[in-house]
Structures are given as structure tokens and as C-alpha cells.
């Protein structure tokens, strides 16, 4: 490959564009590369070393590459008139993994000339512009913005996948059920549209997991059971916890663990001084296991109401 090519290539992490190539090379040299077998064009006017691309399968050329180059290829192509979206702006986002074969979901303003390719699918969108606050860069990649992405991949997903991305997203403070709510108003035809408004009151009263989820809809609530507080801030000492489910009259705070956190033994020492340290400003810490709470709904509400009834007393 001519030297100076290369070093372009080099350049752009195994991705060259042809206006790039031809302001240094004239354009056979480019042409040359792609019959030499070095350089494989893998969208209108966008190429990447051939050592990048997978073995030929029935694929489009596209989605034989690295999914993170693949997605940098689609925006090259786009060249500023398009922002990762769906999907592929949950992967940027990190709330789903990159995986090789993906579809890249590329979204563009309706006027916009561009249409979707082998691999690659284009969602023209009215009124969309590619600058903030509509999009941002984020990793390098021009990505929509999380609660339209979200909002957009929602009916994408297996029905049995779609609450994951949104709760984490919520749960690692990227953004607010209040913010969820205004993206899903311009969605009105979204399907499962009540399931996700539900979702996001269940997320604005402070549940922050499946299982709180689960536990706010079949077991801590009915007759007896107190309007418990979430993700309630408390500081015995020096730290801030973060409790649950509070019980402020009683001074009890509901604690769910998560099947993941079953066996560790790390966790479970912090957990317990977690809990000595609530102890020293009067405050009860009641663990259940996710097996109990879904395998034992009775039982553990009758446990939490006596509980609850003996503190009060």
C-alpha cells in the first residue's frame, strides 16, 4: 500500500473515507489498495484495512467488522448528517453489549438523503438536528441522546429485556424517570407504552432493581403494610447509606438482596457492617433473599407485618 496511505489508515484506526484519501493521494492510489486485496470498501465512499474484516460469510461486509468499527464506518459514511441511535446508541451509552453481527441504527433528519444499506439502518426522524442538545458525543461517537435512545430501542428488545437498560440507566444516576417520562410523550404510538409508564413510576418511587420492583408490586404493599420510603439518605458517621425500603415510624429499614449477592463472602461483610453502623442511630435492618421473596411472598409479608407491629410497640 502507498506509504502515505497507509499512514492515513493508520490514522483513523483502520478506517479511511475517500475524501480523506483523495486530498493526499490521487484517487487510483485508493483504487489500487482495493484491488490489491489491502483496503475493502464497506459503504459508499468508506474503507478499512482488509486485515479488519471477517472471514467472508453470507454477512453484508458491515457486519463482519468489529462492532465499534462498524459503527465508526456508519458514521463516516453519514459525514455529520447522522447520530448512532437505538440499539447501537444503548451500546455507546453502555447499557447493552456491542456484539459482532448487529445491525447499526443510524438516525438522520428527514431531509436527509442517505437510506439504509445491508447492516446498516437508517431512521429518518422530523425535526431531529445533529448538534446538542439532540445529540452528544460520547466515546468519540455522535450518539442520541440516552432517553430517546432508550425510548426508541424500547420496542427493539425481547419484551423480557426491555426493563433492564431503562432501570440501570435510572439506577446508575445517567438519568431521571422525570426525564424518561418527557422523551415517552413524544412517543405516542410506542408499543407497550403502558408498561414503560409503568416502569417509570415504579423507578420515580425509588425502586432501583428487578427485585425492588417485584417487591413494590407483590409483597410490601396492602393492608398493614406502611407507605415505605426509598432510597432514603441516612449518615450514621462519616458515610451516607442509602436505605431501601425505611419504614420511618417503626425504624426499620427492608433490605432486598439480589441473587447475585448470595455466597459472597465480601459482600456479605459489608453488608453486615452496613448494618451495625444504621444499628447505632436506632434503625433495624431486615434482609430478605431473592428466593424469599420470590418463592415465599405469604410468609414474608407476615414476617415484615410483625415486625413491624412489634416496633411500633
Known amino acids: 500500500m502507498n506509504v502515505v496511505l497507509r499512514d492515513l489508515v493508520k490514522l483513523g484506526r483502520g478506517l479511511v473515507t475517500f475524501g480523506a484519501a483523495r486530498q493526499v493521494v ?15 470498501r464497506v459503504l459508499p465512499e468508506v474503507f478499512v484495512a482488509a486485515t479488519l474484516v471477517g472471514a467472508p460469510s453470507g454477512d453484508a461486509v458491515l457486519r463482519r467488522l468489529d462492532p465499534a468499527l462498524r459503527q465508526r464506518a456508519a458514521l463516516a459514511w453519514a459525514d455529520g448528517c447522522g447520530a448512532l441511535s437505538h440499539l447501537s446508541a444503548l451500546s455507546v451509552w453502555g447499557l447493552r453489549p456491542r456484539a459482532v453481527g448487529d445491525l ?33 458525543v460520547r466515546q468519540g461517537l455522535t450518539v442520541t441522546r440516552l432517553e430517546q435512545a432508550l425510548v426508541e430501542s424500547w420496542p427493539a428488545l425481547p419484551a423480557s429485556e426491555r426493563r433492564a437498560p431503562v432501570i440501570r440507566a435510572v439506577s446508575d444516576w445517567l438519568t431521571t424517570p422525570e426525564r424518561l417520562s418527557d422523551a415517552l410523550e413524544s412517543a405516542p404510538k410506542l ?27 407483590k409483597v410490601f404493599t396492602g393492608p398493614g403494610m406502611p407507605a415505605f420510603r426509598r432510597q432514603v439518605p441516612m449518615r450514621p458517621g462519616r458515610r451516607t447509606i442509602y436505605l431501601d425500603m425505611f419504614a420511618e415510624r417503626e425504624r426499620v429499614n427492608i433490605e432486598l438482596d439480589g441473587a447475585a449477592t448470595h455466597g459472597d463472602p465480601r459482600q ?34 407476615r414476617e415484615t407485618l410483625a415486625i413491624l407491629a412489634i416496633r411500633r410497640n
Open 191 to 217: 408499543i407497550d407504552r403502558a408498561a414503560f409508564r409503568t416502569l417509570l413510576g415504579r423507578l420515580a418511587d425509588g425502586c432501583r432493581s428487578p427485585l425492588e420492583i417485584w417487591g413494590h408490586d
Open 268 to 301: 456479605w461483610e459489608i453488608d453486615r457492617r452496613r448494618d451495625a453502623l444504621l444499628a447505632t442511630i436506632g434503625i433495624l435492618v431486615v434482609r430478605f433473599a431473592h428466593r424469599r421473596l420470590v418463592c415465599e411472598v405469604d410468609a414474608v409479608r
Open 104 to 136: 447499526v441504527h443510524l438516525s438522520t433528519p428527514a431531509s436527509a438523503s442517505l437510506r439504509s444499506r445491508p447492516g446498516l439502518v437508517v431512521h429518518r426522524r422530523r425535526g431531529l438536528v445533529i448538534e446538542p442538545p439532540q445529540v452528544v
Open 26 to 40: 490521487p484517487q487510483w492510489t485508493l483504487q489500487q489498495a482495493c484491488r490489491n486485496g489491502e483496503l475493502v
